[in-house]
């Protein structure tokens, strides 16, 4: 009877618009469920597309649910890999280059080795073999770093080697995707059909760096001039379809595209802007993502292959692990860091799932195959929280017995190494006269600022002249996240909107209680909101004109007080 009500309303949507209901709707559930025994929500997402995509569930969609869940599939991939490229950093990448050329490179080589031999041990051979030990060396940027993130540990010497792994892996991967059409699947060729792809490729690549020099940031400054949050967001995603359908028109994947879309919008002074309007997607993206997966995993299929699934996750979990843990360790980290390095990075990942569809697609993996490796790939990245947080105590007992001395650290990986650290900084909101002013101070006094702006010219301006800039709302707890609150001394609201600045100090004591605050106010009654809010520091601008008044007549006869 469900089931025929069910059908019946979404004959009148569209079938990808009711699939988004059900498959949200179960995640609520799933998830609740899992926060009450605390486990893993990632776990609770792959469940809950594994259920739907098995039970026949989503069937009662009509005929359009294949192509609903086909579709929901290559949503979530595009938009976790246009936030991923978002959040590449080249800076980063020069900054921690030891890290992603020696350990990257080593990581990747020596595990695809071993899984290029166990596949061959299983009968896989040709050009499917170095697909498929090249996928299984890839881990998952996205669930390792939101995995230290949610540890509280996101700038710990792990975190940063897992990073540097994982920028080598994103680097390398760009480059596999655009030969992947020449060497697997209907289209392989021999040398010629590579450097073709390659030049393909570099040709695409091309185009996006001219767009991020000459095209994009004279387009999101336009955009961003006209002070419309909504045409901002809509001009993003734009970019984001449209270099995803040039990849396409060039042979290469639509994620492969979004994330080249966010490489591009990475590198303009908007960037954070773009960051601090998506990261409150992200865990919707990363959602769909999850869920994603499960909805293509064909249960006859690993009901049959059972014992090489299991066999194969201990395997990718056990291997790559340890490969990570003695790279960390040669590396000088502690035995807990390399621990956590190595369970971060213990997984396949988001980019092994783009590599077996695309390889799929090409006619070059087997359906049978391509069901085994994916659920490989979506268990072991669903353990990869379960295990940092299981490697704390695991590495506390080692270490209490004399296990994993300390080593002398490589520079780029230690506590102080960031090239840009900050921390005991002001944040300033606003760059109009006050703004400036209190700016130019804190320049004279060697203090530390980052300054949050709205003015897209003003941003362009600051930013030339090198300064800490960030074109952001400065009423956003992402944007608080992005200019360090967590590590700041002080914020100042120095624009005269009590409002805004009490949204902007409560986002800001999410993060750092501590922080002492600073705002304007016109009238009596904003200075009584901003008391009322707990505003350390309220200057009043009537009373604070009026002294200065006061002081300007009186001396007209000589007389101070």
Known sequence: MFGFSLLAASSEV?????????VLGAVV?????????KQS?????????????????YQWLG????????????????????TLGIEFSIRELLHLRRVVIGGGGLQMLLSAMVAMVVCWLFGVSGSTLLVVGFALALSSTAVSIKSFQ?????????????????????????????VLPSIIGDGAGGAMAITASMCKGLVFLLLCWLLSRLGIPHLLHAVASSRSRELFTVTVVALCAAIAWLANWFGLSLALGAFATGLVVSESIYSHRVLSDILPFKDLFLTVFFVSIGLMIDLSV???????????????????????LVIGRWMGLRLRQALLAGAALSSSGEFSLVLMNRAADLGGLAPALEQILLACTAVSMALVPGLMRGMIPLSAKLEARGWGKPKSIKHELSDDSETDALEDHVVICGYGPVGQKLHDAMERASIPVVVLEMNADTVRDLHQRGVRVMFADATKEDTMSLAKVNVARAIAYTFPEPRLACDGIRAARELNPAIVTYARAKFSAEVKLLKREGVHHIFHDEVTSGEAMVQAVLGCYSVDI
């Not at 559930?29 to 025994?37: E, K, N």
């Not at 929500?41 to 569930?57: D, E, H, K, S, W």
């Not at 690993?302 to 990570?324: F, H």
Request: aromatic residues 8%.
């Open 29 to 37: 559930l799933v998830s609740l469920l899992l926060i009450r025994f």
């Open 14 to 22: 569209a079938p990808v618009v009711a699939l988004m209901a059900l």
């Open 63 to 82: 005929d359009g649910a294949d192509e609903a869940v086909s579709g929901l599939s290559e949503l979530g991939i595009v938009l976790l890999m246009f």
């Open 150 to 178: 949610d540890l509280g540990q996101p700038d710990t010497p792990g975190a940063r080697m897992a990073l540097g792994i994982a920028i080598f892996q994103d680097l390398a991967v760009i480059v596999f995707m655009v």
């Open 302 to 324: 690993v009901q049959e292959s059972w014992w090489i699934i299991l066999s194969g996750v201990a395997g990718i979990i056990l291997v790559k692990g340890l490969i990570v």
């Open 41 to 57: 929500l990632l776990v609770g997402y792959f469940i809950c597309g594994v259920i739907l995509a098995n039970t026949g569930v």
